[in-house]
């Protein structure tokens, strides 16, 4: 729970529950949630748990902003500054909580905020697919140290100061040997231990909530991510 005032910055009822939190959990989310099945949870229960969420992520905020006018106060201004995460979390998409499960785009897609590098990029928000692994290199290059040539990670630097591009796509694992490959506009997650596979298009079912994978009218774009998926697991020594 947040520490006092934080615990009641977000008044329960006033909060919106997630699209689809009370959908049906599929028996293949269940087996791949090592978490929390939450579909017994009331939903008095789960606002106030949504409501401690958002709390504890502005409490963070708060220390984070403590950290950069420490910086600003002592005029520690040449920094190369980041702000992510390791993973989300479901927080009812799905009717799922915390993390795990069919790698939906709550878990995997975090915040991803860079300071420090380009003045002509500041404010804006970039919809180019990127990796964390992206990350070490990014800091090599802005340190202008060589980036070693084995790295899999693909510096963002160019991307930032807008003299370069970025991925085509970028790639996650899961449990269960899941891997997904994601673009600006669609994803497949494959899973083969579990048999499960799954197609999505992110423009018009950004909530992932219809499979596409195997229909007729995503055929093109169902081989064209398949086609990176072997690229990148062949060329990672990964089956």
Not at 142 to 150: E, G, L, S, V
Request: aromatic share 8%; with cysteine; hydrophobic share 35%.
């Amino acid at each position: 729970d947040p520490p006092p005032p934080w615990h009641k910055m977000y008044p329960q009822r006033a909060l919106t529950l997630p699209e689809g939190w009370r959908l049906p959990i599929s028996e293949q989310d269940l087996r791949q949630n090592n978490s929390f099945d939450f579909r017994a949870m009331t939903e008095s229960r789960f606002r106030r748990v949504l409501s401690h969420y958002y709390a504890n992520i502005s409490l963070v905020d708060k220390q984070v902003g403590r950290i950069l006018a420490t910086l600003s106060s002592r005029s520690l201004t040449n920094n190369l500054i980041v702000y992510t995460a390791d993973h989300g979390d479901y927080m009812g998409q799905h009717g799922l909580i915390l993390k795990g499960g069919q790698l939906y785009d709550s878990v995997l897609r975090v915040p991803l905020v860079i300071a420090g590098l380009a003045r002509q990029g500041r404010g804006q928000v970039d919809p180019t697919p990127v990796e964390l692994a992206d990350l070490m290199p990014t800091f090599l290059e802005a340190a202008t140290i060589r980036i070693p040539k084995r790295v899999e990670g693909k510096s963002l630097v160019g991307l930032l100061c807008h003299r370069g591009s970025g991925r085509r796509a970028a790639f996650a694992e899961g449990p269960h040997g899941a891997v997904v490959v994601r673009t600006a506009g669609n994803k497949l997650v494959e899973s083969p231990d579990q048999e499960f596979r799954a197609l999505y298009d992110l423009n018009k079912d950004p909530h992932e909530f219809r499979n596409l994978y195997g229909t007729r009218r995503a055929e093109r774009v169902q081989a064209q991510l398949t086609e990176l998926l072997q690229k990148r697991y062949k060329r990672g020594g990964k089956q």
